[in-house]
């Protein structure tokens, strides 16, 4: 298995320093949702769909974060 080309491992991108992954559990704590609502929205595409890694799910919190920052920023226009 060749680690070549891979980010986390190369150094070309450092993705830990960027962004952590988080759960289904704290994606609803930070939106302030249900969990069965976070998947409700994944369904729905109004979140992203979830990083499947061996048995786990998760998102990335930059992501969760854009989508805060983009309906505060939808906000302000529609005032």
Known sequence: ???EGNPVRDGSAN???????ITDKEVADIIGCSRATVWRRVADGTL???LRIGGMTRW?????SGL?????????VAA
Do not use: G, H
Not at 15 to 21: G, V
Not at 60 to 64: A, G, L, Q
């Open 1 to 3: 298995m060749s680690l």
């Open 15 to 21: 993705f830990a320093a960027k962004s952590r992954l």
């Open 48 to 50: 992203p769909q979830p």
């Open 60 to 64: 990335v919190d930059s992501e969760i």
């Open 68 to 76: 805060i920052e983009q309906a505060m920023a939808d906000r302000e």
